[in-house]
């Protein structure tokens, strides 16, 4: 019974749910895009169609335009720092020894990728109080988390502090795959620890640090619920971030034509700088 | 490096036998940097635990990184375990069925589809393939309405399918188990069960998928936490409050001890949050060696 | 003498008595449908299952099924999306005052009027009626609690500087100038909340500020009214000054500084007692008042503004809007209602009757007990009355309640004077207004 059909019979499942659950909602936002909200007097807002007015609009909306330019500071200081950092300590774990101080660290750094969003937001929220946080407790400093200069760094923080250990994790996993003889051949070569690292474990790493990066970038393009659950307790720019951006103009402005061309605009925007991004680390190798 | 080559050294590295070169110069510098990090990660959970220890107004009088008294620890406990008529628990199973439905449901999805892309060549399958991996940059937010939508036409809000449905949906699984059917299991032996004159899916389920037990692992696991705190969804699709996962439950604990301040019950929220993750960090603990495998064989082709 | 002071209390008394039997007959309810119903209710008022055990056996042919989805913007977002989808709204739900005009610009809300909600207004204070139909025809809601405005202070502190309760806003600024000399600035006399919109356009409202108004086919705005700037000024020069401080509200650090004694007052709406005794507990317990908010004139009658309290919408899509209406009617005016609301949620109430209510005297219990045993009811019942009664919002406040902040920020921060945060809160929310096809000037 080998024939054309095959493929597709395994394929059928996940297409169906895709192509319901997927497909068709994102069908449904392209067509909403197009509309726009037009009002005469008093009285419920009709939606007309606009064809492309509220993509013109996202183009020149510089709050939104803003909000880009958040994510391109993230992508420029948070990811790499984030990546360097993982890096660094995917590489050290891999030359821990002990069985149980490895399994631990591993543990411990993967554990704030568990914790909800609500609760990380409580966490923080309480952690970045500028009186009662235990960092200035300790530290004897009055340091404003939130105030307007260090917000995005802040937020920075919750992001790197929750996806640090999940990505230091995958590195780490990588670096488990290196053949042993290869080290062993290194090592007969006479190369150092460092030669080590930098001539045969990094290049090794290459394909996992493009993974990362990869949904790092995606990631850091639909940052939401960390500047989201910091709102309540200081001033928090409406365009943070594109996805609050967005988050408003549905869920407070209740323009579902114009939240959905952000929509699609992110996502393109996310597509060209995942593409960027893949090239520059091709174009290193 | 190819993905196949990867994939077997993934095994490789689950072997207990692996025996690690050794390595010296573990430097007093490195330990320390790891010990750092530690703190890091761990500091803010330590205020979980610290916090579940005292009452709401000890909250916001007393050091947040120490202890107050186990008696407020067992008043929150009961309290979590008794409010809105022990709703908590109710919660608790919720995202068990959440989350454990869509963990199977995805993994098998995922595992019918990735055989497909990887074993068999037909008409568009790249770009097929691409497409599909291409959608991960929409985001969700943007979803709500149209899902909220189809949710509605097909009579399923307020119901356990109006979340388990959208949670099979999985690219990045797909994607994952493509590259195990790459690796795990070559197409030789494939060609060798159809001459022996096996059924395709006894080759696909008898003889494949024992094949490929670490990828499926994976992203039942991946599946499972990416279920356990989703909030966007839930919140769209469900408006009761019997239905709620114990992310939508605890967020509405949350909001209501905000807005109407008369009874707040944040320190009984944060014990609710460590008893939500506790199964999680259970789950990749006991499981760690096959999806620390997984996740590096996806990583390798990058 | 000491005699007819006696008759007179007595006769008083009598008054007193008979006027709260008056109120305590709750009035007609419109007429319940006669086959059976189930409405659907959205609110997160806590203990509300409770509460309408006495409706079902009242009217036994309605069932009532509540779910409460989240205060505020959690429900919002999802009475807002059933809206635009056509279909999976409540019968009845929960909205705050102010985002009343912009769900009645969905035209997801029905026209109670239609139901005959019109014939309850005079059970209602008066201010709360103009929020739920500001053109006086169309009722939006019926009105649920109020947040009329008073002062909190801490006796202690006010003693310990020998200080009197501040009657006037000059007083007020007296005595913050006092406690930072006197404390050498570790108290704060008050505290500015720079992200709350509401509770600024409640000082402004207090003093007959107005915000939106709807005239003939639009809008008008003015957020840089003469009140707003008089109140903005007033309240930077004391930030500046450093006798007034800018915590945010709720959160853990505000809560800190009130249980420790580093904030000697605050304004706060009739429901921000309860919070105190809830966040603060035994912390600072008894040791709090409530007084008339500090007014502009002195010897005026006391003016004051709402913050929050919110209201019961039908919606559009309910198939027994008079059986919904009923049940919003009766959960707003019914003795039982509103005295289960108060003692489980602390709902201040919207209803006249219910500002009488005997169970908001009683000092046994909290909010009053946190406060000294002092009845602050009675207090915040003074301030609705004194609530100007027109008082309108427009459908784009959402926007404007955020863009506050934003505005606020740069005052803060010494980039703007209080004057220009407010034209520009005023440009930046015009602007956004008319770019969504209202009509406003």
């Known amino acids: 019974m080998r024939n054309r059909a095959t493929p597709w019979f395994f394929l059928t499942p996940f297409l169906l749910a895709f192509t319901a659950f997927f497909i068709t909602p994102v069908g449904y936002a392209l067509y909403l895009s197009l509309f726009i909200k037009k009002r005469s007097g008093f009285g419920p807002a009709k939606n007309v169609f606009g064809g492309l007015t509220n993509y013109v609009r996202a183009f020149q909306d510089s709050d939104f335009l803003h909000s880009l330019l958040n994510i391109l500071l993230f992508l420029v200081i948070q990811v790499p720092l984030m990546l360097l950092v993982a890096t660094t300590l995917a590489l050290i774990l891999d030359s821990v020894k002990n069985g149980f101080a490895q399994r631990f660290f591993r543990t411990a750094f993967y554990l704030p990728y568990t914790v909800p969003g609500v609760i990380a937001g409580l966490l923080w929220g309480y952690l970045y109080s500028k009186n009662l946080s235990p960092l200035n407790q300790i530290t004897g400093l009055k340091t404003d988390f939130l105030s307007s200069g260090i917000l995005l760094f802040s937020i920075g923080n919750i992001v790197t502090w929750t996806w640090t250990g999940y990505n230091m994790i995958t590195l780490y996993a990588a670096l488990q795959n290196v053949p042993p003889d290869i080290y062993e051949a290194a090592r007969i070569d006479g190369a150092s620890n460092w030669n080590v690292t930098r001539y045969v474990k990094l290049p090794l790493l290459r394909p996992a640090l493009t993974l990362t990066g990869i949904f790092s970038v995606i990631g850091t393009m639909q940052i939401f619920s960390e500047p989201f659950v910091l709102r309540p307790l200081g001033y928090v720019p409406d365009n943070i971030t594109p996805n609050t951006y967005l988050y408003l103009a549905v869920a407070r402005d209740g323009n579902f034509g114009y939240g959905a061309a952000l929509a699609i605009v992110m996502a393109l925007f996310t597509f060209i700088l995942s593409g960027f991004f893949l090239r520059n680390v091709r174009g290193e190798a | 490096m190819t993905a196949t080559q990867g994939f077997q050294e993934a095994k490789i590295s689950t072997a207990p036998t692996r025996q690690k070169p050794r390595r010296e110069g573990f430097s007093l510098l490195q330990f320390a940097l790891l010990l750092l990090f530690c703190v890091y990660s761990l500091l803010p959970l330590w205020w979980v635990i610290t916090t579940m220890t005292k009452d709401n107004s000890q909250l916001y009088s007393t050091f947040g990184l120490w202890f107050s008294s186990p008696s407020h620890f067992v008043d929150n406990l009961r309290t979590l375990f008794t409010r809105d008529d022990g709703i908590f628990v109710r919660w608790l199973i919720n995202s068990i069925i959440y989350a454990g439905a869509s963990a199977v449901g995805s993994m098998l999805f995922a595992a019918m589809g990735g055989y497909a892309f990887s074993k068999f060549n037909f008409r568009g399958r790249d770009s097929l393939f691409n497409a599909i991996l291409a959608t991960i940059m929409v985001p969700s937010t943007a979803l709500a309405l149209p899902i909220f939508l189809l949710m509605q036409n097909i009579g399923l809000i307020n119901t356990y399918w109006a979340v388990i449905l959208p949670g099979l949906v999985n690219p990045f699984g797909l994607y994952l188990m493509r590259l195990f059917w790459d690796a795990g299991f070559p197409t030789e032996l494939m060609d060798a069960a159809r001459v022996d004159g096996a059924s395709e899916s006894k080759i696909f389920w008898q003889l494949g998928l024992p094949l490929v037990s670490g990828g499926l692992v994976t992203v039942a696991l991946f599946s499972f936490v990416g279920a356990w705190n989703n909030f966007f969804l839930p919140l769209v699709v469900v408006n009761k409050d019997t239905l709620f996962p114990l992310t939508l439950g605890l967020s509405v604990w949350n909001q209501t001890s905000v807005s109407s301040g008369q009874d707040p019950i944040y320190t009984v929220i944060v014990l609710g949050a460590l008893i939500s993750i506790l199964p999680l960090i259970i789950a990749f603990l006991s499981l760690g060696r096959y999806w620390q495998g997984g996740l590096a064989s996806g990583a390798v082709k990058g | ?441």
């Open chain 3, 1 to 441: 003498m000491k005699k007819t002071a006696l008759k007179s209390a007595a006769l008083l008394l009598s008054l007193a008595l008979a006027a709260s039997t008056a109120h305590a007959a709750d009035p007609a309810f419109p007429k319940a449908p006669s086959g059976p119903v189930t409405l659907e209710v959205w609110s997160w008022v806590p203990g509300l299952d409770k509460t309408v055990a006495a409706f079902t056996k009242q009217y036994p042919n309605i069932k009532i099924k509540i779910l409460n989805l989240g205060g505020g913007p959690a429900t919002y977002t999802k009475l807002q999306t059933a809206i635009k989808a056509g279909s999976g709204a409540p019968d009845v739900a929960q909205v705050e005052y102010g985002f009343l005009p912009a769900f009645a610009d969905t035209g997801g809300l029905a026209d109670l009027s239609k139901y005959g909600a019109g014939d309850y207004k005079k059970y209602f204070v008066p201010w709360t009626w103009g929020q739920v139909s500001p053109d006086g025809q169309a009722v939006y809601a019926i009105p649920q609690d109020t947040g009329p405005f008073a002062m909190v202070y801490r006796d202690d502190l006010l003693k310990k500087y020998n200080i009197a309760v501040p009657k006037t806003w000059a007083d007020y600024a007296k005595a913050a100038a006092t406690v930072k000399t006197k404390s050498g600035g570790s108290v704060k006399f008050g505290n500015f909340y720079s992200t709350f919109a509401p509770w600024f356009m409640a000082l402004a409202w207090a003093d007959g500020g107005q915000f939106f108004q709807r005239q003939g086919d639009g809008w008008t705005q003015t957020l840089n009214n003469a009140s707003a700037k008089k109140v903005l000024n007033y309240w930077n020069d004391l930030i500046k000054k450093g006798q007034v401080g800018t915590l945010a509200g709720f959160s853990a650090d505000y809560w800190n500084a009130a249980g420790a004694g580093k904030l000697a007052t605050n304004m706060e709406a009739a429901w921000g007692p309860g919070g105190y005794a809830g966040s603060l507990g035994t912390k600072s317990a008894g040791m709090w008042r409530a007084a008339p908010l500090p007014q502009w004139t002195a010897g005026s009658s006391v003016k004051s503004g709402n913050w929050g309290g919110s209201s019961n919408v039908v919606t559009t899509q309910s198939k027994n809007p008079e059986a919904a209406t009923l049940f919003a009617l009766w959960l707003n005016l019914s003795s039982s209602a509103v005295t289960a609301d108060w003692n489980n949620g602390g709902l201040f109430p919207a209803s006249d009757a219910g500002l009488a209510l005997p169970a908001l005297a009683v000092t046994s219990k909290n909010p009053s007990k946190f406060f000294g045993g002092q009845n602050i009811s009675s207090v915040y019942a003074q301030a609705s009355r004194g609530v100007n009664v027109n008082f309108q919002w427009a459908p784009w406040f959402p926007f404007v309640n955020d863009n506050f902040s934003k505005q606020i920020d740069k005052m803060l921060k010494g980039q703007f004077t209080p004057n220009q945060a407010l034209d520009a809160w005023q440009a930046e929310s015009l602007a956004y207004a008319k770019q969504n096809g209202f009509t406003v000037k």
